[in-house]
């Protein structure tokens, strides 16, 4: 067991409910989880509320579980290990971490010791400062490569953030402070977690969520997980992201507008043709711009179709679900008794 003057941990008390939950979801890290805690414990020494720390493995293949468990028994440290049967991908073991914490508010982080666990308590200050629900970190000076991590990131966070609305400078930082009953509203799934603000900004508005510089470091340990391969799967990701946030509750708009579009235009092929045939007298029958309006009058009867049935289904998951199509923030009440 490790001890050090630095991270000696303030004895919990359990009879107090839980003020924040660390997340932290492990995929390899072997090398680098013993000195997380160590880190996590030295952090939090003077924080003054109870905490507890998550970690998650995403089905490590090294010895990553076995040297978390070492720390299982530390006094002082109330440490919960999610251990999962498979590896699932980050966002999962994320949202897996979220659903296991009991805390008022909840931090993640990663656990390759690139984000900075001094920075949580400051972090919590501030959000609760500015009565934020969701506080960013901004890796403002990022010790990654130039080419392959900063670039494609720079130009992702300023698309993210013109489709999306929620204008913030690192969308990738995990370093991020969250109230649990803002995102315990919010399920993550797929590879999501680069967009959890904009997931956030669905149940909440973008003014209450902001972001804070916070500290990074380079990798120490192991390899990254991440190549320049993600920048697909995040432009598949946003285009999904953009459809959820402004259609979830109204798809039949979304598809209705393509179709409609596709029917004016295939309406003004028709009238151009009829005007060819029947006052211009030319052979329309083998013209490629005849198939082409037929083949849009077609797509647009598809996409209005689908469209009534999309809002079909989407009214039958309100009524008939658990889901609502509005979520309250507070009830207040006045101390007269109703009449």
Not at 116 to 138: C, N, Q, S, T, Y
Not at 149 to 155: A, E, G, L, N
Not at 158 to 186: E, P
Not at 260 to 270: D, R, S, T, V
Request: proline share 4%; charged share 20%.
């Amino acid at each position: 067991m490790r001890t050090t003057a630095e991270s000696v941990v303030t004895p919990i008390d359990t009879a107090k409910p839980i003020e924040l939950s660390l997340v932290v979801p492990l995929f390899n890290e072997e090398e680098s989880v013993g000195p997380l805690i160590e880190r996590i414990c030295a952090a939090m020494t003077d924080y003054s509320q109870t905490w507890e720390l998550i970690l998650v493995d995403d089905g490590s293949t090294d010895a990553t579980i076995v040297n978390a468990r070492k720390d299982l028994s530390r006094p002082g440290l109330d440490l919960k290990i999610v251990e999962l049967q498979r590896n699932f991908g980050q966002t999962a073991a994320m949202q897996a971490g979220i659903t296991q914490a009991c805390g008022r508010l909840i931090a993640t982080l990663d656990g390759d010791l690139q984000n900075d666990p001094k920075d949580i308590p400051a972090m919590v200050v501030e959000l609760e400062r500015r009565g934020l629900d969701l506080l960013v970190g901004w890796r403002k000076n990022r010790q990654d490569g130039l080419l392959l991590r900063k670039v494609p990131s720079f130009i992702a966070n300023r698309l993210i953030g013109r489709i999306t609305g929620v204008r913030l400078h690192d969308y990738g930082c995990s370093l991020k402070i969250y109230r649990a009953s803002v995102i315990k509203q919010v399920k993550l799934m797929g590879e999501m977690h680069r967009f959890i603000p904009a997931w956030v900004a669905s149940v909440v508005p973008s003014s209450r969520i902001g972001e804070m510089p916070v500290t990074h470091h380079a990798r120490q340990h192991g390899v990254s997980k991440y190549g320049i391969s993600r920048t697909f799967r995040v432009i598949l990701d946003l285009l999904s992201v953009m459809f959820f946030m402004r259609y979830k509750a109204r798809p039949g708009h979304f598809f209705g507008s393509l179709g409609l579009g596709l029917g004016a235009l295939a309406g003004l092929i028709m009238i151009y043709l009829f005007v060819d045939k029947f006052i211009m007298g030319n052979d329309i029958g083998t013209r490629p711009l005849f198939l082409i309006g037929v083949m849009l009058v077609l797509s647009s009867v598809q996409m209005i179709t689908t469209g009534i049935l999309a809002e079909m289904l989407a009214r039958t998951y309100y009524r008939e679900g658990s889901a609502v199509s509005y979520i309250v923030r507070e009830v207040h009440e006045g101390d007269q008794p109703h009449p």
